[in-house]
């Protein structure tokens, strides 16, 4: 089995390692970092910096806890070294796999030909390889509308933010999703002045408003400010060229030293030459798949942020796993379908955020009947001793059978203690069982047994 992959981001190489251990004669071309670009360079990154403004802003709780508080102060020379060790060490693991593997790499462009060719183009020169399988997945890049022009020194795109040149003295963040909301904890952490631009009503629209809610609380605490029900229509520089302007469409203004876009991402299907293989696209230039990744030609698949489910690295991770199988044939034996409405998630802001499965307001909205329990950390001891009682923990079940379909966590370590909740939904498990388990005391997670109950 002849199987190219374009493309070596979560989706691609594991999909590479998967289908090279059960015999395909497997191919990857990368034009830019294996792991991933949008992975390496803008996720890891990203978490890196705001695990370093995390520590910085323990201080608030210092005082709390019987010591006295400091001022930590950034170096930039050193938080860039970390960023990218941290970075080129997982580069290095996953090249290691991919050989381990006897996985072939071709650090270039690849472009199909024909139906079952594609031409990759790298430092080397071009060549044309034959396949009998193909997947794409060449990810997404940040989205950068027509009215706004980044020059990534006062204007700038996520990926223009880190490793950090330096630090804003202020900023203002256009985009109140999950990124947005990051880059506001992340700036403020570091002792930014913040203005996040929210086009709706709250932060996070999507998500749970109680959810919600929590973050913009901590949000003004901070003293960032929020401009809700404005949408930006212009960033330009200053006129001596030292700051930004953001103008939006209510008449608003806010001038700040730097302004970053965060307003989502377009796929990375163009100059594929998609055409040639008779790959469809949708109106947004994402490559439409059935439920085994499969693209409207059968021998084709697509994966990762280019297949327009949610744009996340587990989930192409787990793509590529199944791309594998399907390629390889597995599926025919015993193939458990990928539901993306079980897949977990969390945002990096303090406190973090995660949930996984039906969500409360979703619920209300199909007319579904829904049992809600709700239990705030601050009644667990675990939460009083780290001197954090912020958020909760919220569990959604079947009222009739106790089977758990959701959940949401706002709180210290949300990211972790989520997998419980994802856990119990992906294995159709019931509340009773998590209330039956014998968790460790002091535990924030006994706030999960209790909601339970």
């Not at 670009?37 to 996720?43: E, G, H, I, P, V």
């Not at 509340?431 to 109950?453: F, R, T, Y």
């Amino acid at each position: 089995m002849r199987f190219v992959i374009i493309g070596g981001g979560p989706a691609g190489y594991q999909a590479a390692t998967y289908a090279a251990r059960l015999g395909a004669q497997v191919t990857v071309i990368e034009r830019d970092v294996y792991g991933g670009a949008a992975n390496l360079w803008d996720c890891i990154p990203s978490k890196t910096m705001i695990a370093t403004g995390g520590a910085m802003s323990e201080g608030r709780r210092l005082s709390g806890m019987g010591l006295v508080q400091s001022s930590p102060v950034v170096d930039t020379e050193a938080l860039t070294s970390r960023i990218n060790g941290i970075a080129n060490d997982l580069n290095g693991d996953i090249v290691k796999l991919l050989q381990s593997q006897g996985v072939r790499m071709i650090d270039g462009t690849g472009r199909f030909t024909g139906p079952n060719s594609i031409e990759a183009t790298g430092p080397n020169g071009t060549e044309s390889i034959e396949f009998d399988k193909a997947l794409v997945s060449t990810g997404s890049r940040p989205r950068i509308p027509d009215w706004c022009e980044p020059d990534g020194d006062r204007i700038l795109t996520t990926r223009d933010c880190y490793p950090p040149k330096v630090f804003p003295d202020s900023i203002t963040v256009v985009g109140s999703g999950v990124t947005g909301v990051e880059f506001v904890h992340m700036f403020s952490s570091f002792g930014a002045e913040v203005t996040l631009v929210v086009s709706r009503q709250h932060v996070l629209p999507g998500k749970d408003p109680e959810v919600a809610g929590v973050l913009e609380d901590d949000f003004l605490r901070r003293g960032v400010k929020l401009l809700k029900g404005a949408r930006a229509e212009s960033i330009e520089r200053t006129d001596d060229g030292d700051g930004t302007i953001v103008k939006c469409d209510d008449g608003r203004v806010v001038r700040s030293t730097h302004a970053v876009l965060a307003i989502g991402s377009v796929p990375n299907t163009d100059e594929l030459g998609l055409e040639a293989a008779g790959v469809e696209l949708d109106d947004w230039g994402y490559i439409p798949i059935n439920h085994h990744c499969v693209t409207n030609q059968t021998h084709i698949y697509a994966a990762g942020d280019v297949s327009g489910k949610l744009p996340l690295a587990s989930v192409a991770s787990m793509q590529g796993r199944k791309v594998a199988e399907h390629v390889m044939g597995l599926h025919t034996i015993e193939h458990r379908h990928l539901d993306y409405d079980k897949a977990a998630s969390a945002i990096f802001t303090e406190p973090e955020i995660a949930d996984v499965g039906l969500a409360e307001a979703e619920a209300f909205a199909s007319g579904r009947k829904i049992r809600v329990t709700k239990v705030p950390f601050s009644t667990t001891a675990k939460a009083l001793i780290n001197n954090d009682p912020r958020g909760f923990v919220k569990i959604i079940s079947d009222p009739a059978t106790g089977e758990v379909l959701g959940g949401s966590i706002v709180g210290r370590h949300a990211a972790e203690l989520i997998s419980v909740i994802a856990l119990a939904v992906t294995a159709n498990l019931r509340v009773s069982d998590i209330v039956e388990s014998l968790l460790v005391h002091p535990a924030l997670s006994e706030a999960l047994a209790e909601a339970a109950e």
